[in-house]
Protein backbone atom coordinates (compact mmCIF):
# COMPACT_ATOMS: atom_id res chain seq x y z
CA UNK A 1 0.00 0.00 0.00
CA UNK A 2 2.43 2.52 0.33
CA UNK A 3 4.55 1.96 -2.81
CA UNK A 4 0.91 2.21 -4.46
CA UNK A 5 0.41 5.63 -2.50
CA UNK A 6 3.97 6.95 -3.69
CA UNK A 7 3.58 5.81 -7.41
CA UNK A 8 0.12 7.93 -7.30
CA UNK A 9 1.15 10.66 -5.64
CA UNK A 10 4.47 11.12 -8.20
CA UNK A 11 1.95 10.50 -10.91
CA UNK A 12 0.01 13.49 -9.21
CA UNK A 13 3.30 15.88 -9.35
CA UNK A 14 3.98 15.33 -12.82
CA UNK A 15 0.36 16.52 -14.12
CA UNK A 16 1.18 19.46 -11.69
CA UNK A 17 4.74 19.91 -13.40
CA UNK A 18 2.19 20.24 -16.86
CA UNK A 19 0.11 22.47 -15.38
CA UNK A 20 3.01 25.32 -14.69
CA UNK A 21 5.04 24.53 -18.12
CA UNK A 22 3.49 27.66 -19.47
CA UNK A 23 4.51 29.64 -16.18
CA UNK A 24 8.23 27.79 -16.42
CA UNK A 25 8.38 29.37 -20.46
CA UNK A 26 6.86 32.38 -19.40
CA UNK A 27 9.83 33.41 -17.08
CA UNK A 28 12.71 31.14 -18.82
CA UNK A 29 13.34 34.78 -20.40
CA UNK A 30 13.96 35.86 -16.87
CA UNK A 31 15.83 33.43 -15.37
CA UNK A 32 19.29 32.09 -15.23
CA UNK A 33 19.76 28.39 -15.30
CA UNK A 34 22.68 26.60 -13.44
CA UNK A 35 23.34 23.64 -12.56
CA UNK A 36 25.51 20.39 -13.33
CA UNK A 37 23.18 17.48 -14.91
CA UNK A 38 24.76 14.24 -16.31
CA UNK A 39 23.47 12.81 -19.08
CA UNK A 40 23.41 8.49 -19.37
CA UNK A 41 22.76 8.11 -22.94
CA UNK A 42 24.38 6.41 -26.11
CA UNK A 43 25.72 8.50 -29.36
CA UNK A 44 23.02 6.80 -32.02
CA UNK A 45 20.19 8.94 -30.38
CA UNK A 46 19.91 12.45 -29.87
CA UNK A 47 22.57 13.45 -26.81
CA UNK A 48 23.82 16.08 -28.30
CA UNK A 49 20.84 18.28 -28.99
CA UNK A 50 20.05 16.90 -25.14
CA UNK A 51 23.66 18.50 -24.21
CA UNK A 52 23.19 21.91 -26.18
CA UNK A 53 19.72 23.23 -25.57
CA UNK A 54 20.70 22.36 -21.79
CA UNK A 55 24.03 24.56 -22.54
CA UNK A 56 21.94 27.23 -24.28
CA UNK A 57 19.97 27.50 -20.60
CA UNK A 58 24.17 27.87 -18.86
CA UNK A 59 23.40 24.16 -16.93
CA UNK A 60 27.06 22.00 -16.94
CA UNK A 61 26.25 19.18 -18.56
CA UNK A 62 28.21 16.07 -19.04
CA UNK A 63 27.43 12.94 -20.56
CA UNK A 64 28.02 9.31 -20.33
CA UNK A 65 26.94 5.77 -21.75
CA UNK A 66 27.10 3.30 -19.06
CA UNK A 67 25.82 2.41 -15.72
CA UNK A 68 29.13 2.01 -14.56
CA UNK A 69 30.37 5.35 -15.62
CA UNK A 70 27.25 7.19 -14.62
CA UNK A 71 28.09 6.02 -11.09
CA UNK A 72 31.59 6.71 -11.07
CA UNK A 73 31.08 10.15 -12.70
CA UNK A 74 28.64 10.66 -10.04
CA UNK A 75 31.32 10.05 -7.20
CA UNK A 76 33.67 12.80 -8.78
CA UNK A 77 31.02 15.51 -9.15
CA UNK A 78 27.65 15.09 -7.80
CA UNK A 79 25.03 16.79 -9.89
CA UNK A 80 21.95 18.25 -9.44
CA UNK A 81 20.33 16.08 -11.86
CA UNK A 82 20.51 13.24 -13.20
CA UNK A 83 18.73 12.44 -17.31
CA UNK A 84 18.57 8.75 -18.12
CA UNK A 85 17.90 6.99 -21.39
CA UNK A 86 15.95 4.07 -20.40
CA UNK A 87 16.18 2.57 -23.90
CA UNK A 88 20.15 3.43 -24.05
CA UNK A 89 22.20 -0.32 -25.01
CA UNK A 90 24.98 -0.23 -22.96
CA UNK A 91 22.81 0.20 -19.67
CA UNK A 92 19.18 -0.37 -18.06
CA UNK A 93 18.09 2.73 -17.29
CA UNK A 94 15.57 1.25 -14.91
CA UNK A 95 18.37 -0.73 -12.82
CA UNK A 96 20.53 2.66 -12.61
CA UNK A 97 18.04 4.56 -11.53
CA UNK A 98 17.43 1.75 -8.69
CA UNK A 99 21.21 1.59 -8.03
CA UNK A 100 21.67 6.11 -7.87
CA UNK A 101 18.37 5.53 -5.31
CA UNK A 102 19.93 2.73 -3.19
CA UNK A 103 22.93 5.07 -2.42
CA UNK A 104 21.93 7.48 0.99
CA UNK A 105 24.50 10.32 -0.41
CA UNK A 106 22.44 10.38 -3.76
CA UNK A 107 18.96 9.40 -2.76
CA UNK A 108 18.11 12.97 -3.30
CA UNK A 109 19.15 13.32 -6.34
CA UNK A 110 15.96 13.73 -8.69
CA UNK A 111 15.93 11.45 -11.65
CA UNK A 112 14.17 11.96 -15.03
CA UNK A 113 13.41 9.11 -17.41
CA UNK A 114 14.24 9.74 -21.50
CA UNK A 115 11.38 7.10 -22.91
CA UNK A 116 9.03 6.84 -25.88
CA UNK A 117 6.80 4.58 -23.99
CA UNK A 118 3.72 6.25 -23.11
CA UNK A 119 2.23 3.29 -21.25
CA UNK A 120 1.43 4.39 -17.67
CA UNK A 121 2.69 0.85 -16.33
CA UNK A 122 6.43 2.22 -17.84
CA UNK A 123 5.64 5.08 -15.66
CA UNK A 124 4.20 3.52 -12.90
CA UNK A 125 7.44 0.61 -12.80
CA UNK A 126 9.77 4.08 -12.74
CA UNK A 127 7.81 6.56 -9.85
CA UNK A 128 8.32 3.30 -7.88
CA UNK A 129 12.23 3.04 -8.56
CA UNK A 130 12.46 6.44 -7.23
CA UNK A 131 12.19 7.99 -10.73
CA UNK A 132 11.50 11.92 -10.20
CA UNK A 133 9.17 12.10 -13.78
CA UNK A 134 9.67 11.49 -17.22
CA UNK A 135 10.24 12.97 -20.29
CA UNK A 136 8.97 11.56 -23.61
CA UNK A 137 11.10 10.96 -26.91
CA UNK A 138 11.31 12.64 -29.26
CA UNK A 139 11.59 15.46 -26.52
CA UNK A 140 9.84 18.80 -26.87
CA UNK A 141 12.60 21.25 -26.10
CA UNK A 142 10.20 23.61 -24.03
CA UNK A 143 9.22 20.72 -22.09
CA UNK A 144 12.11 19.45 -21.55
CA UNK A 145 13.61 22.52 -19.79
CA UNK A 146 10.44 23.04 -17.72
CA UNK A 147 10.49 20.49 -16.34
CA UNK A 148 14.49 20.29 -15.48
CA UNK A 149 13.97 23.86 -13.99
CA UNK A 150 11.05 22.56 -12.19
CA UNK A 151 13.20 19.48 -10.45
CA UNK A 152 16.47 21.48 -10.04
CA UNK A 153 14.17 24.35 -7.97
CA UNK A 154 12.75 21.68 -5.94
CA UNK A 155 15.94 19.98 -4.98
CA UNK A 156 17.19 23.27 -4.36
CA UNK A 157 14.31 24.63 -2.25
CA UNK A 158 14.52 20.64 -0.96
CA UNK A 159 18.05 21.36 0.12
CA UNK A 160 17.59 24.67 1.61
CA UNK A 161 14.53 23.42 3.77
CA UNK A 162 17.11 20.83 5.09
CA UNK A 163 19.95 22.98 6.08
CA UNK A 164 17.13 25.59 7.50
CA UNK A 165 15.90 22.46 10.05
CA UNK A 166 19.30 21.67 10.75
CA UNK A 167 19.99 24.90 11.97
CA UNK A 168 17.04 24.95 13.82
CA UNK A 169 17.73 21.85 15.35
CA UNK A 170 20.72 22.82 16.27
CA UNK A 171 19.89 25.67 17.52
CA UNK A 172 16.95 24.16 19.68
CA UNK A 173 19.64 21.82 21.07
CA UNK A 174 21.61 24.59 22.41
CA UNK A 175 18.80 26.04 23.48
CA UNK A 176 17.73 22.61 25.87
CA UNK A 177 21.43 22.38 26.90
CA UNK A 178 21.45 26.08 27.87
CA UNK A 179 17.77 25.22 29.68
CA UNK A 180 19.20 22.04 31.02
CA UNK A 181 22.16 23.92 32.72
CA UNK A 182 20.05 26.95 33.78
CA UNK A 183 17.51 24.13 35.27
CA UNK A 184 20.30 22.09 36.68
CA UNK A 185 21.70 25.58 38.62
CA UNK A 186 18.32 26.45 39.67
CA UNK A 187 17.58 23.05 40.98
CA UNK A 188 20.83 22.76 42.54
CA UNK A 189 20.29 26.21 43.87
CA UNK A 190 17.07 25.14 45.44
CA UNK A 191 18.53 22.09 46.91
CA UNK A 192 20.82 23.95 48.78
CA UNK A 193 18.58 26.27 50.20
CA UNK A 194 16.52 23.39 51.23
CA UNK A 195 19.75 21.58 53.27
CA UNK A 196 20.76 24.74 54.74
CA UNK A 197 17.00 25.38 55.62
CA UNK A 198 16.58 22.18 57.06
CA UNK A 199 20.27 22.38 58.93
CA UNK A 200 19.09 25.61 60.27
CA UNK A 201 15.54 23.59 61.70
CA UNK A 202 17.82 20.54 63.12
CA UNK A 203 20.01 23.06 64.72
CA UNK A 204 17.52 24.89 66.18
CA UNK A 205 15.29 22.11 67.37
CA UNK A 206 18.87 20.34 68.44
CA UNK A 207 19.29 23.50 70.95
CA UNK A 208 15.61 23.68 72.02
CA UNK A 209 15.08 23.07 75.52
CA UNK A 210 12.11 20.63 75.03
CA UNK A 211 11.75 17.46 72.98
CA UNK A 212 10.93 18.25 68.92
CA UNK A 213 9.05 15.30 66.51
CA UNK A 214 8.26 15.86 63.17
CA UNK A 215 5.73 13.54 61.27
CA UNK A 216 4.94 13.29 57.13
CA UNK A 217 1.93 13.10 55.27
CA UNK A 218 1.99 8.96 56.61
CA UNK A 219 1.99 10.00 60.15
CA UNK A 220 5.42 8.07 60.39
CA UNK A 221 7.73 10.65 62.37
CA UNK A 222 10.49 11.67 60.36
CA UNK A 223 12.54 13.14 62.55
CA UNK A 224 13.40 13.61 66.33
CA UNK A 225 15.71 16.30 67.53
CA UNK A 226 18.96 15.44 70.49
CA UNK A 227 16.46 16.63 73.11
CA UNK A 228 14.17 13.39 72.82
CA UNK A 229 16.83 10.93 72.02
CA UNK A 230 19.22 11.63 74.96
CA UNK A 231 15.81 11.57 77.12
CA UNK A 232 14.66 8.32 75.67
CA UNK A 233 18.26 7.09 75.34
CA UNK A 234 16.92 5.86 72.03
CA UNK A 235 18.83 5.71 68.58
CA UNK A 236 16.91 8.24 65.45
CA UNK A 237 16.81 5.00 63.80
CA UNK A 238 14.80 3.31 66.39
CA UNK A 239 12.52 5.93 67.02
CA UNK A 240 11.64 6.70 63.31
CA UNK A 241 7.99 5.64 62.11
CA UNK A 242 6.28 3.76 64.91
CA UNK A 243 9.28 3.30 67.06
CA UNK A 244 8.69 6.19 69.78
CA UNK A 245 5.50 4.86 70.80
CA UNK A 246 7.77 1.52 72.60
CA UNK A 247 8.27 4.17 75.21
CA UNK A 248 5.16 5.67 75.55
CA UNK A 249 3.35 3.50 78.91
CA UNK A 250 0.87 1.13 78.10
CA UNK A 251 -1.96 2.52 79.55
CA UNK A 252 -1.09 5.97 77.86
CA UNK A 253 -0.61 4.35 74.38
CA UNK A 254 -4.40 3.87 73.12
CA UNK A 255 -5.80 6.80 73.82
CA UNK A 256 -2.52 8.77 72.33
CA UNK A 257 -3.04 7.01 68.89
CA UNK A 258 -6.46 8.08 68.67
CA UNK A 259 -5.79 11.48 69.47
CA UNK A 260 -3.30 11.81 67.44
CA UNK A 261 -5.04 10.21 64.20
CA UNK A 262 -7.89 12.24 64.78
CA UNK A 263 -5.95 15.65 64.79
CA UNK A 264 -4.16 14.27 61.45
CA UNK A 265 -7.82 13.52 60.25
CA UNK A 266 -8.62 17.10 60.71
CA UNK A 267 -5.51 18.46 60.21
CA UNK A 268 -5.43 20.56 63.46
CA UNK A 269 -3.35 21.53 66.43
CA UNK A 270 -3.50 18.97 69.38
CA UNK A 271 -2.50 18.72 72.89
CA UNK A 272 -1.64 15.16 74.84
CA UNK A 273 -0.70 14.22 78.06
CA UNK A 274 1.18 10.99 78.29
CA UNK A 275 4.00 9.24 80.01
CA UNK A 276 7.00 8.66 78.06
CA UNK A 277 9.87 6.33 79.43
CA UNK A 278 13.05 7.97 79.95
CA UNK A 279 16.76 6.67 79.50
CA UNK A 280 16.76 5.51 83.26
CA UNK A 281 13.32 3.38 82.77
CA UNK A 282 11.35 6.16 84.54
CA UNK A 283 8.19 7.36 83.29
CA UNK A 284 7.62 10.86 82.88
CA UNK A 285 4.34 12.66 82.50
CA UNK A 286 4.35 14.40 79.12
CA UNK A 287 2.83 17.83 77.47
CA UNK A 288 2.89 16.73 73.73
CA UNK A 289 1.32 19.92 71.51
CA UNK A 290 0.99 18.93 67.81
CA UNK A 291 0.91 21.72 64.92
CA UNK A 292 -0.06 20.73 61.24
CA UNK A 293 2.64 21.76 58.85
CA UNK A 294 1.59 23.58 55.43
CA UNK A 295 3.76 24.03 52.42
CA UNK A 296 3.32 27.31 50.03
CA UNK A 297 -0.49 27.04 48.67
CA UNK A 298 -1.70 25.15 51.66
CA UNK A 299 -0.25 21.97 51.00
CA UNK A 300 -0.69 19.76 54.39
CA UNK A 301 3.00 17.83 54.42
CA UNK A 302 2.64 16.77 57.88
CA UNK A 303 3.19 17.61 61.89
CA UNK A 304 5.87 19.08 63.99
CA UNK A 305 5.26 18.44 67.80
CA UNK A 306 7.37 20.03 70.86
CA UNK A 307 7.33 18.21 74.25
CA UNK A 308 7.93 19.32 77.77
CA UNK A 309 8.13 17.61 80.76
CA UNK A 310 5.46 18.14 83.33
CA UNK A 311 6.05 15.55 86.17
CA UNK A 312 7.61 18.00 88.54
CA UNK A 313 4.48 20.41 87.83
CA UNK A 314 1.84 17.85 88.21
CA UNK A 315 3.27 16.32 91.16
CA UNK A 316 2.92 19.62 93.05
CA UNK A 317 -0.31 19.95 91.47
CA UNK A 318 -1.66 16.86 93.21
CA UNK A 319 0.26 17.99 96.15
CA UNK A 320 -1.68 21.12 96.23
CA UNK A 321 -4.92 19.20 95.25
CA UNK A 322 -4.53 16.73 98.15
CA UNK A 323 -4.35 20.02 100.67
CA UNK A 324 -7.40 20.90 99.22
CA UNK A 325 -9.26 17.58 99.49
CA UNK A 326 -8.36 17.65 103.07
CA UNK A 327 -9.49 21.17 103.26
CA UNK A 328 -13.09 19.76 101.79
CA UNK A 329 -12.84 16.40 103.47
CA UNK A 330 -13.34 18.85 107.04
CA UNK A 331 -15.86 20.80 105.17
CA UNK A 332 -17.41 17.64 104.20
CA UNK A 333 -17.33 16.09 107.61
CA UNK A 334 -18.45 19.26 109.20
CA UNK A 335 -21.47 19.31 106.56
CA UNK A 336 -22.23 16.19 107.76
CA UNK A 337 -22.25 16.73 110.83
CA UNK A 338 -24.37 20.10 111.10
CA UNK A 339 -26.88 18.12 108.75
CA UNK A 340 -27.39 14.78 111.35
CA UNK A 341 -27.76 17.06 114.09
CA UNK A 342 -29.77 19.09 112.50
CA UNK A 343 -31.97 15.70 111.75
CA UNK A 344 -31.31 13.73 115.43
CA UNK A 345 -32.34 17.09 116.86
CA UNK A 346 -35.46 17.39 115.36
CA UNK A 347 -36.56 13.54 115.42
CA UNK A 348 -35.41 13.64 119.42
CA UNK A 349 -38.14 16.70 119.90
CA UNK A 350 -40.67 15.07 117.39
CA UNK A 351 -40.17 11.90 119.05
CA UNK A 352 -40.46 13.46 123.10
CA UNK A 353 -43.71 15.38 121.48
CA UNK A 354 -45.10 12.15 120.33
CA UNK A 355 -44.40 10.56 123.65
CA UNK A 356 -46.37 13.35 125.32
CA UNK A 357 -49.12 12.75 123.52
CA UNK A 358 -49.64 9.10 124.05
CA UNK A 359 -49.42 9.52 128.04
CA UNK A 360 -52.24 12.05 127.55
CA UNK A 361 -54.08 9.53 125.80
CA UNK A 362 -53.53 11.16 121.78
CA UNK A 363 -52.57 9.45 118.71
CA UNK A 364 -49.20 11.01 117.86
CA UNK A 365 -49.72 10.46 113.89
CA UNK A 366 -48.28 13.61 112.73
CA UNK A 367 -44.96 13.80 114.67
CA UNK A 368 -44.41 9.78 113.17
CA UNK A 369 -44.90 11.13 109.60
CA UNK A 370 -42.40 13.97 110.52
CA UNK A 371 -40.36 11.43 112.28
CA UNK A 372 -40.15 9.02 109.25
CA UNK A 373 -39.98 12.44 106.72
CA UNK A 374 -36.77 13.39 108.87
CA UNK A 375 -35.41 9.87 108.79
CA UNK A 376 -35.90 10.14 104.57
CA UNK A 377 -34.32 12.86 104.47
CA UNK A 378 -31.47 11.18 106.26
CA UNK A 379 -31.46 8.21 103.59
CA UNK A 380 -31.22 10.71 100.79
CA UNK A 381 -28.45 12.47 102.17
CA UNK A 382 -26.77 9.42 102.93
CA UNK A 383 -27.48 8.09 99.65
CA UNK A 384 -25.87 11.18 98.05
CA UNK A 385 -22.77 10.63 99.70
CA UNK A 386 -22.56 7.10 99.09
CA UNK A 387 -22.62 8.35 95.58
CA UNK A 388 -20.25 10.99 95.78
CA UNK A 389 -17.97 8.25 97.71
CA UNK A 390 -18.42 5.86 95.07
CA UNK A 391 -20.17 3.65 96.49
CA UNK A 392 -23.39 3.09 95.01
CA UNK A 393 -22.54 2.20 91.71
CA UNK A 394 -25.52 0.18 90.71
CA UNK A 395 -25.86 -1.80 87.67
CA UNK A 396 -24.62 -0.57 84.20
CA UNK A 397 -26.61 -1.01 80.69
CA UNK A 398 -26.78 0.70 77.43
CA UNK A 399 -29.24 4.05 77.31
CA UNK A 400 -30.46 5.93 75.10
CA UNK A 401 -29.95 9.58 76.32
CA UNK A 402 -32.38 11.49 74.73
CA UNK A 403 -34.92 8.75 75.51
CA UNK A 404 -33.94 8.96 79.26
CA UNK A 405 -34.82 12.46 79.38
CA UNK A 406 -37.55 12.40 77.63
CA UNK A 407 -39.69 10.30 80.27
CA UNK A 408 -38.31 12.64 82.69
CA UNK A 409 -39.55 15.98 81.11
CA UNK A 410 -43.16 15.61 83.18
CA UNK A 411 -41.05 15.04 86.37
CA UNK A 412 -38.97 17.75 85.99
CA UNK A 413 -41.67 20.48 84.88
CA UNK A 414 -43.58 19.65 88.26
CA UNK A 415 -40.40 20.15 89.84
CA UNK A 416 -39.26 23.97 88.68
CA UNK A 417 -40.96 27.27 89.18
CA UNK A 418 -44.01 28.48 87.89
CA UNK A 419 -42.88 30.89 85.88
CA UNK A 420 -40.06 28.66 84.30
CA UNK A 421 -40.09 27.39 81.21
CA UNK A 422 -38.53 23.75 80.48
CA UNK A 423 -37.36 23.49 76.40
CA UNK A 424 -36.32 20.37 75.23
CA UNK A 425 -34.42 19.53 72.11
CA UNK A 426 -33.89 15.79 71.99
CA UNK A 427 -33.31 13.95 68.59
CA UNK A 428 -33.57 10.13 68.57
CA UNK A 429 -31.46 7.58 67.14
CA UNK A 430 -28.39 9.04 69.30
CA UNK A 431 -25.86 6.40 69.58
CA UNK A 432 -26.29 4.59 73.40
CA UNK A 433 -23.99 5.58 76.11
CA UNK A 434 -22.92 2.54 79.02
CA UNK A 435 -24.69 3.88 82.19
CA UNK A 436 -26.71 3.83 85.29
CA UNK A 437 -29.77 4.85 84.25
CA UNK A 438 -30.96 5.68 87.81
CA UNK A 439 -27.31 7.91 88.06
CA UNK A 440 -28.21 9.85 84.57
CA UNK A 441 -30.93 10.64 86.04
CA UNK A 442 -30.14 12.10 89.18
CA UNK A 443 -27.65 14.12 86.72
CA UNK A 444 -30.63 15.64 84.76
CA UNK A 445 -32.61 16.02 87.77
CA UNK A 446 -29.33 18.07 89.73
CA UNK A 447 -28.70 20.12 86.59
CA UNK A 448 -32.46 21.16 85.94
CA UNK A 449 -33.04 21.95 89.65
CA UNK A 450 -29.99 23.90 90.17
CA UNK A 451 -31.06 26.35 86.78
CA UNK A 452 -34.19 26.71 88.54
CA UNK A 453 -32.81 27.85 91.63
CA UNK A 454 -30.57 30.16 89.79
CA UNK A 455 -33.61 31.19 88.10
CA UNK A 456 -34.54 32.16 91.58
CA UNK A 457 -38.65 32.65 90.59
CA UNK A 458 -37.67 35.79 88.82
CA UNK A 459 -38.85 34.05 85.33
CA UNK A 460 -36.83 32.63 82.69
CA UNK A 461 -35.77 29.73 80.76
CA UNK A 462 -34.30 26.38 80.74
CA UNK A 463 -33.42 24.33 77.94
CA UNK A 464 -32.19 21.27 77.85
CA UNK A 465 -30.97 19.28 75.12
CA UNK A 466 -28.61 16.09 73.72
CA UNK A 467 -26.32 15.74 70.68
CA UNK A 468 -23.73 13.63 69.29
CA UNK A 469 -19.79 15.23 69.43
CA UNK A 470 -16.77 14.67 69.15
CA UNK A 471 -14.19 16.63 71.49
CA UNK A 472 -11.01 15.73 73.38
CA UNK A 473 -10.33 18.16 76.94
CA UNK A 474 -9.98 17.59 80.57
CA UNK A 475 -13.05 18.24 82.72
CA UNK A 476 -13.64 21.37 84.84
CA UNK A 477 -12.93 19.32 87.92
CA UNK A 478 -9.50 18.53 87.08
CA UNK A 479 -9.75 14.98 87.90
CA UNK A 480 -11.00 13.18 84.09
CA UNK A 481 -10.07 13.06 80.79
CA UNK A 482 -12.10 12.07 77.85
CA UNK A 483 -9.50 10.99 74.91
CA UNK A 484 -11.20 11.53 71.59
CA UNK A 485 -13.92 9.63 70.32
CA UNK A 486 -17.55 10.26 69.54
CA UNK A 487 -19.55 11.27 72.68
CA UNK A 488 -23.51 12.24 73.63
CA UNK A 489 -23.72 15.74 74.63
CA UNK A 490 -26.45 16.54 77.17
CA UNK A 491 -26.42 20.25 77.75
CA UNK A 492 -28.68 22.48 80.20
CA UNK A 493 -28.56 26.06 80.23
CA UNK A 494 -30.58 28.71 82.05
CA UNK A 495 -31.30 32.50 82.13
CA UNK A 496 -30.22 32.93 85.69
CA UNK A 497 -28.10 35.05 87.42
CA UNK A 498 -25.08 33.09 86.58
CA UNK A 499 -21.89 32.78 88.45
CA UNK A 500 -18.64 34.22 89.37
CA UNK A 501 -15.33 33.34 88.15
CA UNK A 502 -14.65 32.68 92.26
CA UNK A 503 -17.72 30.50 92.40
CA UNK A 504 -17.58 28.99 89.01
CA UNK A 505 -14.34 27.78 90.68
CA UNK A 506 -15.73 26.16 93.80
CA UNK A 507 -18.92 24.49 92.18
CA UNK A 508 -17.98 21.15 92.67
CA UNK A 509 -16.94 21.36 95.80
CA UNK A 510 -19.29 19.16 98.58
CA UNK A 511 -20.95 21.86 100.65
CA UNK A 512 -20.53 24.56 98.54
CA UNK A 513 -23.74 26.32 97.79
CA UNK A 514 -24.75 30.13 97.60
CA UNK A 515 -27.96 29.12 97.97
CA UNK A 516 -30.14 30.10 101.30
CA UNK A 517 -31.32 26.25 100.94
CA UNK A 518 -29.96 23.25 100.41
CA UNK A 519 -26.80 21.18 101.32
CA UNK A 520 -24.13 21.95 98.26
CA UNK A 521 -24.03 17.85 97.26
CA UNK A 522 -25.84 18.80 94.19
CA UNK A 523 -23.12 19.69 91.81
CA UNK A 524 -20.49 17.88 93.70
CA UNK A 525 -22.72 14.38 93.10
CA UNK A 526 -22.68 15.51 89.86
CA UNK A 527 -19.30 15.85 88.62
CA UNK A 528 -18.49 12.24 90.41
CA UNK A 529 -20.70 10.31 88.44
CA UNK A 530 -20.01 11.78 85.15
CA UNK A 531 -16.40 10.34 86.18
CA UNK A 532 -17.76 7.43 87.37
CA UNK A 533 -19.66 7.08 83.35
CA UNK A 534 -15.91 8.49 81.83
CA UNK A 535 -17.31 11.34 80.83
CA UNK A 536 -16.40 15.23 81.20
CA UNK A 537 -18.74 17.95 82.46
CA UNK A 538 -17.73 21.74 81.70
CA UNK A 539 -19.59 24.83 82.28
CA UNK A 540 -19.60 28.76 81.37
CA UNK A 541 -21.43 31.20 82.89
CA UNK A 542 -20.91 35.07 83.44
CA UNK A 543 -22.79 37.35 86.27
CA UNK A 544 -26.38 38.22 84.64
CA UNK A 545 -25.59 35.75 81.50
CA UNK A 546 -26.95 32.68 82.97
CA UNK A 547 -25.30 29.49 82.62
CA UNK A 548 -24.73 26.00 80.55
CA UNK A 549 -23.89 22.81 81.70
CA UNK A 550 -22.54 20.30 79.00
CA UNK A 551 -21.72 16.73 79.80
CA UNK A 552 -20.15 14.71 77.48
CA UNK A 553 -20.45 10.67 77.79
CA UNK A 554 -18.39 8.22 75.59
CA UNK A 555 -20.27 6.46 73.29
CA UNK A 556 -20.28 2.37 73.35
CA UNK A 557 -20.60 0.60 69.88
CA UNK A 558 -22.02 -2.57 69.42
CA UNK A 559 -21.49 -4.89 72.01
CA UNK A 560 -18.92 -3.29 73.98
CA UNK A 561 -19.40 -3.22 77.68
CA UNK A 562 -17.39 -0.89 80.00
CA UNK A 563 -16.84 -1.72 83.63
CA UNK A 564 -18.25 1.26 85.75
CA UNK A 565 -15.54 3.36 86.93
CA UNK A 566 -14.67 4.20 90.58
CA UNK A 567 -15.74 7.55 91.53
CA UNK A 568 -12.84 9.79 92.86
CA UNK A 569 -14.49 12.04 95.44
CA UNK A 570 -12.53 15.29 95.21
CA UNK A 571 -12.50 14.98 98.84
Not at 32 to 48: C, H, K, N, R, W
Not at 501 to 527: C, I, N, S
Request: proline share 4%.
Amino acid sequence: MPQIFLIFFRLFVVKRIQFSLEWHLERAGAMEPTGTILVVADELDSPGLIEKVLAEQSYLVRRVKSADEALAAIQVQHPELVLIDVRNPYTDGFALCQKVKADETLAETPLILLTPSTDAKHWVEGFALGAADFVSKPFQRDELLARVATHLELARLHQRLGAQMSKSTAALRALVWKLQRETSAVNTHAERVLKESEERFRNMADNAPMLVWVSGTDRKCTFFNKGWLQFTGRTMEQELGDGWAEGVHPEDLDHTVIAYNEAFDAQRSFQLEYRLRRVDGVYRWILDNGVPRFEAGGLFVGYVGSCVDITDSKQAYEGNLDKQRVKSLRVLTGGIAHDFKNLMSSILTTAELAEAEVGEGSSPVDEIRTIRDLAQRAVEIVRELMIYAGQDKGTFELVDLSQLVEEMLSLLRSMIGKNVVLEADLPANLPPVWGNPTHLRQIVMNLVINASDAINGSGGKIKISTSRARRTYSSQSGTAILSGGECVRLEVSDTGCGMTPEQKAKMFDPYFTTKRTGHGLGLAVVDAIVQSHGGVIQAASAPGRGTTFEVLLPVVHHRERKAPQTMHARS
